[in-house]
């Protein structure tokens, strides 16, 4: 990690990061353990490298931009393991299928909800890969891109699970809960295109699970009762833009005198007709 930090070499950060992913999806429970504890309880964030720049030569300024995405979705990568109970991707800490989805189901909606965001949001961030220009073909970036590709394969598995989990609590979910689900779903759809060429393998499994993201969002769009309570609330909206107005009017006292104000804009036309009071000037 200290590497990682002091390195200004392009192809240096990039190894370093390989070493850390590595870990993350093979390394022992100790080691991985030390790379969860921070910076979650307030230590160094050793994958913060916003500002990392290696301007040596037009490749290494591309593949700067690589590290930088690259340390994001590993901090990305870490954060939702956290937020799973389990390290994501890793191949020492594989969950059995059925056992994950009795996990799910017992899940409250909240939490379902967190579960399936902090999902999203790794994925979105693997849509945001840089476009390779000048290291296309280079062997760090598709090193780099063979271990994304694995974890999407993980990543959209649990989202699938999640899905389908809430494909069965439809009728029980909220507004509230089905407007935030909508949303992830939505995000989730708006990566599709960009990460069509990540990974070639199980196409099968990732069309069905992108088939069963639009059925849920589609299904809670269409509902009755999310009509209504949308309905309702654009209804709320527009009584309380109304009130605002009808206060605002009641603030301003209007009345008739020889004192004037007049305004230039044509917005206000409807004001020049009024008067304002005169009140003695202070100097």
Same mark, same amino acid.
């Given at each position: 990690?200290?590497? !990682?930090?002091?390195?200004?070499?392009?192809?240096?950060? =990039?190894?370093?990061? &390989?070493?850390?992913?590595? &870990? *993350?999806?093979?390394?022992?429970?100790?080691?991985?353990?030390?790379?969860?504890?921070?910076?979650?309880?307030?230590?160094?964030?050793?994958?913060?490298? +916003?500002?990392?720049?290696?301007?040596?030569?037009?490749?290494?300024?591309?593949?700067?931009?690589?590290?930088?995405?690259?340390?994001?979705?590993?901090?990305?990568?870490?954060?939702?393991?956290? &937020?799973?109970?389990?390290? !994501?991707?890793?191949?020492?800490?594989?969950?059995?299928?059925?056992?994950?989805?009795? #996990?799910?189901?017992?899940? =409250?909606?909240? @939490?379902?909800?967190? %579960? *399936?965001?902090?999902?999203?949001?790794?994925?979105?961030?693997?849509?945001?890969?840089?476009?390779?220009?000048?290291?296309?073909?280079?062997?760090?970036?598709?090193?780099?891109?063979?271990?994304?590709? @694995?974890?999407?394969?993980?990543?959209?598995?649990?989202?699938?699970?999640?899905?389908?989990?809430?494909?069965?609590?439809?009728?029980?979910?909220?507004?509230?809960?089905?407007?935030?689900?909508?949303?992830?779903?939505?995000?989730?759809?708006?990566?599709?295109?960009?990460?069509?060429? !990540? +990974?070639?393998?199980?196409?099968?499994?990732?069309? +069905?699970?992108?088939?069963? =993201?639009? %059925?849920?969002?589609?299904?809670?769009?269409?509902?009755?009762?999310?009509?209504?309570?949308?309905?309702?609330?654009?209804?709320?909206?527009?009584?309380? #833009?109304?009130?605002?107005?009808?206060?605002?009017?009641?603030?301003?006292?209007?009345?008739?005198?020889?004192?004037?104000?007049?305004?230039?804009?044509?917005?206000?036309?409807?004001?020049?007709?009024?008067?304002?009071?005169?009140?003695? +000037?202070?100097?």
């Amino acid at each position: 990690m200290d590497r !990682l930090q002091t390195t200004r070499d392009a192809a240096v950060a =990039i190894k370093c990061l &390989i070493t850390v992913h590595h &870990i *993350i999806k093979r390394g022992s429970f100790i080691l991985q353990d030390q790379l969860s504890v921070y910076p979650s309880t307030g230590g160094r964030n050793y994958l913060k490298l +916003s500002n990392f720049r290696d301007d040596t030569t037009p490749l290494t300024w591309e593949l700067s931009s690589w590290v930088r995405w690259y340390a994001l979705y590993l901090e990305n990568l870490l954060s939702t393991s956290r &937020i799973l109970g389990f390290f !994501l991707c890793s191949t020492s800490s594989s969950v059995d299928k059925d056992t994950e989805e009795d #996990k799910v189901s017992s899940l =409250i909606n909240t @939490e379902l909800l967190k %579960e *399936i965001n902090s999902l999203g949001n790794l994925i979105e961030q693997i849509a945001k890969k840089p476009d390779s220009l000048n290291s296309n073909g280079n062997v760090l970036v598709d090193a780099v891109l063979g271990l994304v590709g @694995e974890d999407y394969l993980s990543s959209i598995n649990e989202v699938s699970i999640r899905v389908s989990e809430f494909k069965e609590r439809l009728d029980c979910l909220g507004f509230v809960d089905s407007v935030e689900l909508v949303c992830v779903l939505r995000s989730l759809e708006e990566c599709k295109e960009r990460l069509s060429t !990540l +990974s070639q393998r199980k196409k099968v499994m990732i069309e +069905s699970v992108w088939g069963s =993201i639009n %059925e849920v969002k589609d299904q809670i769009g269409n509902s009755k009762a999310y009509k209504e309570d949308a309905g309702r609330l654009l209804m709320m909206g527009r009584r309380n #833009k109304v009130s605002e107005s009808a206060r605002f009017g009641e603030r301003v006292v209007m009345k008739h005198s020889g004192n004037s104000v007049k305004f230039s804009s044509g917005r206000f036309l409807s004001f020049n007709d009024f008067s304002f009071p005169a009140y003695a +000037s202070m100097e």
